[in-house]
């Protein structure tokens, strides 16, 4: 999701590109968004989200989070591997979740992709490749500045396509990229940006230490 719109917190204004005052859309850009996630399992589970926001708000999303954990075994890849279409005859009732056939069997099918992907190298490694095992930290100062694609997210989607994944395009690989902190795309005058900009260098180390790792085991 690029942020379209200015967030309100206790009488505050925080000048970012988002305007709600929504407490969980709040809630969600203050203590979530672009908040650096190296996590496989939970990389995993935040792009099959962002692809079912396609066509939809992420707000839709965000507010059915609980039920697609529930639905889709916490997205634990190698339980949601063992889902039938009886499983999927029976999520397209729950009307907890988008009830998209398409989008529904998408999420089965990105985890056997990711099963694919954790047979060569670990998925969060996998992910991060895109950005060179970096953040990308952008200067955006009105949400005009703040891009919806980039050649890394052009890239990601090329090769998760490739994989098996599906509603992964450009633009859904670009969100993702924004909220799991490989894009610093909040605005140079919210708080956030500056805040995540400071952990950088951590996130950089942790990263390289586990790309260190891999190669030698």
């Known amino acids: 999701m690029s ?66 954990e529930k639905a889709f075994h916490q997205f634990n890849p190698q339980e949601i591997v063992k889902m039938t279409e009886d499983d999927v005859m029976s999520l397209m009732q729950d009307k907890g ?47 005009s500045d703040v891009a919806t694609t980039s050649p890394a997210s052009d890239a990601m989607a090329k090769a998760l396509k490739k994989v098996g994944f599906s509603f992964v395009g450009s633009t859904i690989c670009y969100a993702f990229m924004q909220a799991v902190g490989m894009v610093n795309d909040h605005l140079v005058g919210c708080p956030c940006h500056s805040a995540l900009k400071t952990q950088q260098a951590a996130v950089e180390e942790r990263l390289l230490a586990l790309k260190r790792s891999t190669t030698v085991a």
């Not at 000048?15 to 995993?44: I, K, M």
């Not at 589970?45 to 708000?57: R, T």
């Not at 839709?60 to 609980?66: F, G, N, S, W």
């Open 3 to 68: 942020p379209i719109l200015t967030t309100h917190t206790a009488g505050a204004t925080t000048t970012c590109a988002w305007e709600t005052s929504d407490p969980q859309y709040v809630a969600y850009h203050n203590d979530q968004w672009g908040r650096p996630v190296l996590d496989s399992q939970e990389l995993f589970a935040k792009l099959c989200l962002d692809g079912q926001q396609a066509g939809l708000s992420w707000l839709t999303i965000l507010r059915k989070q609980k039920n697609y």
């Open 97 to 143: 979740i988008v009830r998209n056939k398409l989008k529904i069997k998408s999420v089965i099918k990105n985890a056997h992709a990711f099963q694919h992907i954790e047979q060569i190298m670990p998925f969060n490694l996998y992910l991060w490749q895109f950005t060179q095992y970096r953040i990308i930290q952008n200067n955006c100062k009105t949400k």
